[in-house]
């Protein structure tokens, strides 16, 4: 067992918990912050993702002994700052979502990505949210809501954002 303090959405935390319990867990057991899902285990998904320092990370990935000292910030913080809410408008009206699994992570990278002092262009931010898989609705929406947050790069048109259903 090890004492571990860290922030977790702006407040201050204490846990006595095993050195490798992961990060995924505690949030989910022990804080009821349900938004990281448990997908492939392995950092392949972001389902789990959340901020570690203001950074992405899978919380799938990071045991207890790395986040002491830490500032952790999940989805549930996220989705109330109205910083994120382009990100989620992008999403909700490009119809990237479905089932919703992978909406939290998703919101946590393309936020992240969007709050930058100089955020990517379209397509680099397409790459950098390729490690975001989605499982149900198929990345047109996705890339639609992408195309929509970010600067499409220099001489190529943003694909116009289409109603939710319509086919892409
Ligand atoms: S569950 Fe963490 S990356 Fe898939
Ligand atoms: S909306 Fe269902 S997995 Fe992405």
New binding site residues.
Partial sequence: MIDIEFHLNGEPVRLRCPADRRL?DILREDFGLTAAK???????????MIWLDDAPA????LLALRIHGRSVRTYEAVCRDPASQPVRDALAEGGGLQCGYCTPGMVMTLAHLHQLPEPPDAPAARELASANLCRCTGYGGIRRAIERLFEPAEGSAATPIRPCGDPA
């Fill in positions: 995924l448990p997908g492939c285990a392995i950092g392949r998904c972001g389902a789990c899978n919380a799938c990935l």
